[in-house]
Each structure stands twice: as structure tokens, then as C-alpha cells.
């Protein structure tokens, strides 16, 4: 090859060919131009790696081996080499003779002359498609680590305490530190009080044995506010198996793990809401046909964990044989049309013992297929054996509530009707015993109806309660104790509001008791009573204030006891006894108050204020809705 003119010194002494075969043996370009640029030697490496021939390098210019995006900036950093005596380094894409760009570094430094002008330059061109490579898959994972919706850290187990050296964006964001108040630090300041020395024990031994581990633990954030952290670590070693690092992937799994505490709350309360209930819970699958018990199903069925439950062999089993269609009809309707159930059957555990079971189900479909049932099973044996007493009692007071009624009362009427036929044959001293066994009679009367409605009160169902009109109610109760009562002056005192009250068919023999305990009880020759309504605060007031000689403060609740009686009376105690009884069912209130009182609190009242002695029955009923 024919060396210019000015480069000729370089290519002359006893070193030439050492240097040459010594350029020739190393991987990397190495070239020589003149100022334009020409090249005017090489090594082997730039044919191998070009594809030009030897006669073709000759004649190109160092820049027509580049691509063209990069020709217009290695041409600048040529000129700074032959102008400015710089020596550059930069990077370029190799152009070869097939078209292909191989990304290459390229290097080169001033050539003088004899004279000390610059009259050329050397350079070398390595190939760094690997080191590209590597630098993009750094990037990559710097990127995937920075984006990665976790903390991840790394530490150096090689500087003392193990600090942390590098952490990214999702850590610094969950824990609140800035990246430069963390490195350099032992990742142990996020524990705190509440952290448990276990998991911290777990770490710290992997640690030391060079060996992944995962837990969960309480961290604190940088503002004091605890968050658990679901840590996983693990050791990074190099090609000689020597751990170099330790990568660390941190999550926050408070929402987790509230979750899993509410959880396993709801599951104890679950669980002592069955015990105390005696209620089980199961599910069948129909696909599999497995089904599962909670532990109170199987105390209820008297077996132990062991039993197989299976539906219809566990209802041939433990169900009685009169409730098998009733259990059979109900599952089936279940699995086939989506029916849920409710039903009170009887069982027979295994032990031997009778119970009533309430069992309930609610069956899930998908596309019209039946997924699994879930439903409940109680030992509801109690209350039906209550239910049973209330029964016979229910039916003994109608038995007596009709022998009471019927025949009791024919035999007094038949009493009444007799002395009644000797009053015109006696004389004035048997007229008095007359009266006396007329007055009896009357009073046993009056001691059937109140047995009556005493019946009725306990017989007395609150889903029967309605709404009925006040005004009509108290208007006939009334009529009646105006046509009852004997010197008695019973007033309605201004207008009945037009309310309708909670009640149901008991709700006249409020009025009909009190109206009665207000004449029976008065010591006055002439009994006056008056009655007034009112309507406020979604409330019916009915007052009955009598002119009688009162109740004493120390009477005005224990007056309404079963059984007792006013002051001087021969009643029998029941009747006021019902009267708050109703009124309570009712949902209402029912108090007395001093006549004096009502007088001049400002109530309505159509009684002298200068004869005010007597007492006031205040009952508050609610409005139906």
C-alpha cells in the first residue's frame, strides 16, 4: 500500500512491521487518514469487518464508512481533529458494503509532521453492539423497576449494616422518605412499636444464610402511620456464586389484611352467633354433590365430623318419616326451579334424641343451571315445645272463657230473674235483701265480662293490631257507660279529633274500663266524669277526669297491678290491669294525674276549679299510619 508523502514517516524504521502485525492482531479498527479524510492504512480488521475490498478502501473517504444519519457530526469531529489538534471519541453506526449498520465507538487523535503540523489523524473504531445491547436491557430494567407497582430495594451486604443503595419510586411514594433520606440506611427504621420481633427474626436469619424469605410485618411511614408490608427478599449473586447483593420486594397489604381481620371477625362472631343461636350453616354442590357443614350442623345431627353428608340418605336417616315429602319437596324445588325454602320439620338425631329443626335455603343459579344451595339449619325444639304449652294453655282459657261465659251467666240471669219476681212479695225488709242480691248479681256480671276480656288479652294476638277511628270507638263506650251508670253525669268535653289510633278489637274495652272505674269508684252522690281528645306529636291523648276522692301519689302506678283495687272497692282489681296492658301492646302510654293538676295546667276541663278533687286518666295512644 502507497503511503502519502506527510504520512511517510510513519510508516518507516526498524518497528514498522512489529507495529503493523501487532495492529493486525487486535479486534478492534484501527485506521490512518490524511487531512481530506482518505484513508491511507488500516489493519485486517477492516475489510473483515466492512466487506469493501482493499482497492476500494483506498479510494474512501473515514466518513463514507458511517451511515448517513451520523456523517454530518463525525465529519464535524474529524474537522476538530485536523483543525483543532482534538482527539475525539464518539459513537457512530459502521456502514458495511452489504448495507448493514453495526453501532460502533469511534476514536481518533491528531497526526504531525516533522515540522509539527498536523497532516493527518489515526483512530481506532470498537465494536460495542453488545455493550449497547447490555446498556438497553439496563435501561429496560431500570425502567420496569421504577415503574413496577412495588417498593424494590437493593442493598450492599458488602458495606457494614447492609444499607440500602438504590431504591425506586414506588418505595419512596408507600413509605413517604425521599430516595436521599433512605440510601446508606439499614432498612429497619420502618419497624416501630407494634412491629413483631418474628418476621424481623425471619429476615435477619435468611440474611445471614444467604437465603430468599417472605413475610408480613408493620411498618411505620414517615408521617408515624403504621401500614403492613408484605416483604420478599432475596440474595443476587455474581458468576462466582458470591452474594453482591440483596434485592428486596416490598408491598402494602393493609387493605389485605384489614380485610382478613374483619374477616376473621365476622367468622368468630359468625361462629358464637351459631353457638348461641344453636343455628348451623351447609352447603351442597349439585355438580359434585358434596356438601359442607359448619360444626353446629353436625351437634345438631348428633354425629361427628366424620359423617359423609349426603341429602337424601341424611333424610332418610334423621328426618321423620311424616316430614320426608315435606323435605323432599322443598330440595327439589330448590334444585330444579330455584325455589328457596323454609320449613319447620322434626329429626331425630343420632343419639336417639327428638328436636324440631328449622332449615332454610337459598339456591344460586347461572344460566339457568343451579350452581349450589346454602341455607341454615336451628334446633327450634324449645320454642315449639313453648309454642305446644302456649297451646293447651290458649285452649284452656277458651274452654273456661266459654263456661264463664255461657253458663255462669245463664245461671245468674236465671238468679237476676228470680229476685226479681220476689221483690213484689216481700216486704220492706225483703225488698232490701232484693236489692242486695240484685247488686251481687249485677257485680258477678260485670266479674264474667272482665274474666272475658282478660281471656282475650291473654289470648291476644299483635298481628291482629290496626287502625280504627277514634272517635267512633270512644263515642259508643260512651253510650254504653251513660246507660249502665247509675247518678252519673258523663260529659265529652269539645271535639274528637278525626285520627285513626293503633288498636285492634280489645281497643273499646280501654274506654269501657276506665269510663267504669271512674263512676264505680267515685264517693260522690252524683259521679262526674268528663272526657276530652287531643292530637299532637303523631299521638291520640284521651283524657277521663272523675270527681272521686283520687289516688295518692304512692298509688298511681301500682293501682294498675293484676289484682288491684281502689280504695273501698268491691271490684276485682282486673280491670285497670287490662287497661295498660292493651295500652302497652298497643305501643301507647298510660299514666293518672292529680284532677287539681289538669285543672290548672291548662287542659280542657268543664269542672268547677273550686272543686277539683279526683283524678285524671291520661292515655297517649299512636297514630296509625
Known amino acids: 500500500m502507497t503511503i502519502g508523502e ?7 524504521g526498524e518497528g514498522t512491521a512489529l507495529t503493523a502485525g501487532l495492529l493486525d492482531a487486535v479486534q478492534d479498527i ?69 448495507g448493514d449498520s453495526i453501532p460502533y465507538e469511534f476514536s481518533g487523535s491528531p497526526l504531525r509532521g516533522r515540522g509539527g503540523d498536523i497532516v493527518g489523524f489515526a483512530g481506532t473504531a470498537r465494536d460495542i453492539a453488545e455493550r449497547k445491547q447490555r446498556r438497553r436491557e439496563l435501561e429496560r430494567k431500570t425502567q ?63 440474611i445471614s444464610e444467604a437465603e430468599p424469605v417472605t413475610v408480613e410485618l408493620r411498618n411505620y411511614r414517615k408521617d408515624g402511620e403504621q401500614f403492613w408490608n408484605r416483604v420478599s427478599i432475596a440474595p443476587v449473586t455474581d458468576e462466582d456464586g458470591t452474594v453482591t447483593n440483596f434485592v428486596g420486594f416490598q408491598q402494602d397489604v393493609t ?13 368468630d362472631l359468625f361462629e358464637k352467633a351459631q353457638d348461641i343461636a344453636d343455628v348451623g350453616a351447609w352447603e351442597y354442590d349439585p355438580h359434585s354433590g358434596e356438601t359442607y357443614f359448619t360444626d353446629q350442623v353436625y351437634d345438631i345431627y348428633g354425629v361427628g365430623p366424620d359423617h359423609d353428608p349426603e341429602p337424601e340418605s341424611d333424610i332418610q336417616r334423621f328426618y321423620h318419616p311424616a316430614d320426608h315429602d315435606t323435605v323432599r319437596d322443598a330440595v327439589s324445588g330448590a ?38 344451595v346454602r341455607g341454615t339449619i336451628q334446633d327450634v325444639t324449645d320454642r315449639k315445645e313453648r309454642e305446644q304449652e302456649l297451646t293447651r294453655q290458649r285452649d284452656t282459657l277458651e274452654l273456661l ?21 220476689l221483690a213484689d212479695h216481700v216486704d220492706e225488709g225483703g225488698r232490701e235483701s232484693v236489692e242486695k242480691i240484685l247488686h251481687n248479681v249485677e257485680t258477678a256480671v260485670g266479674l264474667t265480662r272482665s274474666a272475658r276480656d282478660l281471656a282475650e288479652v291473654m289470648l291476644h294476638d299483635s298481628d291482629a293490631e290496626g287502625a280504627f277511628w277514634l272517635r267512633p270507638v270512644l263515642d259508643a263506650q260512651i253510650e254504653e257507660a251513660r246507660a249502665t251508670s247509675r247518678n252519673a253525669s258523663i260529659t265529652l268535653a269539645g271535639p274528637v279529633p278525626d285520627v285513626r289510633v293503633t288498636g285492634d278489637d280489645l281497643l273499646p274495652s280501654v274506654f269501657r274500663n276506665l269510663l267504669k272505674n271512674a263512676v264505680q269508684h267515685n264517693d260522690k252522690e252524683v259521679a262526674e266524669v268528663v272526657v276530652s281528645a287531643t292530637e299532637r306529636d303523631e299521638m291520640a291523648r284521651i283524657q277521663i277526669a272523675d270527681n272521686g276522692p283520687g289516688v295518692s301519689d304512692d298509688r298511681k302506678t301500682e293501682i294498675f297491678g293484676k289484682g288491684e283495687m281502689g280504695l273501698a272497692s ?22 293518672i294525674e292529680d284532677r287539681a293538676d289538669w285543672t290548672t295546667s291548662g287542659s280542657q276541663s268543664q269542672v268547677d276549679e273550686n272543686d277539683a278533687e279526683g283524678a285524671v286518666f291520661v292515655v297517649d295512644l299512636p297514630l296509625a299510619a
Open 6 to 12: 506527510d504520512l511517510s514517516c510513519f510508516a518507516e
Open 30 to 98: 484501527f485506521y490512518v487518514c490524511d487531512r481530506d479524510g482518505t484513508v491511507v492504512d488500516y489493519n485486517e480488521r477492516v475489510p473483515e469487518v466492512s466487506g469493501y475490498a482493499a482497492e476500494e478502501i483506498e479510494s474512501m473517504k473515514m466518513w463514507e464508512f458511517v451511515r448517513e444519519a451520523d456523517r454530518a457530526r463525525i465529519t464535524e469531529r474529524v474537522t476538530d481533529i485536523v483543525e483543532d489538534g482534538e482527539r475525539i471519541r464518539t459513537e457512530g453506526h459502521l456502514l458495511t458494503a452489504d
Open 144 to 206: 420496569a423497576i421504577d415503574a413496577a407497582p412495588v417498593g424494590i430495594t437493593i442493598t450492599d451486604p458488602t458495606q457494614k449494616d447492609n444499607p440500602l443503595i438504590d431504591v425506586n419510586s414506588s418505595y419512596t411514594q408507600m413509605t413517604g422518605y425521599d430516595e436521599s433520606a433512605v440510601v446508606g440506611r439499614n432498612c429497619r427504621f420502618l419497624q416501630g412499636e407494634d412491629t413483631d420481633a418474628e418476621p424481623v427474626r425471619k429476615i435477619r436469619a435468611a
Open 255 to 267: 387493605v389485605r389484611k384489614e380485610r382478613e381481620t374483619e374477616l376473621e371477625r365476622q367468622n
Open 335 to 372: 334444585l330444579e326451579y330455584g325455589e328457596p325454602y323454609d320449613i319447620e320439620v322434626r329429626i331425630t338425631a343420632a343419639d336417639g334424641t327428638e328436636k324440631w329443626v328449622r332449615t332454610r335455603a337459598d339456591p344460586q343459579f347461572e344460566d339457568g343451571t343451579c350452581q349450589r
Open 401 to 421: 272463657d266459654r263456661m264463664v261465659r255461657h253458663d255462669l251467666r245463664n245461671n245468674l240471669q236465671v238468679v237476676s230473674g228470680h229476685a226479681e219476681a
Open 570 to 591: 268491691d271490684g276485682t282489681g282486673i280491670g285497670l290491669y287490662l287497661v295498660e296492658t292493651l295500652v302497652d301492646s298497643y305501643g301507647g302510654t298510660i299514666r
